[in-house]
């Protein structure tokens, strides 16, 4: 094995080795990015249920019995 071939498999070897660095490494974020996305769609559900139970709020459950229309007790 002369020089030059000894030269190729130790750069062979270290793309081989990046490359296993790599594919773990892509693994890793795909995974953080699956758990994000879960997390994204649970916090956009539990906002609209809170846009929702805020609207409930501040709708009076019957328009006719807000305090504008009631008549004062003096009366």
Not at 26 to 49: F, G, H, P
């Amino acid at each position: 094995m002369n020089h030059e071939t000894s030269d190729l498999a130790q750069r062979l070897d270290e793309l081989e080795s990046r490359l296993a660095f790599q594919d773990d490494l892509i693994e890793s974020l795909n995974q953080v990015i699956t758990r994000q996305d879960r997390e994204i769609i649970n916090m956009a559900s539990q906002i609209k249920d809170l846009f929702t139970r805020l609207s409930e709020q501040a709708e009076p459950a019957d328009p006719g019995s807000t305090a504008e229309h009631e008549i004062p007790p003096h009366y």
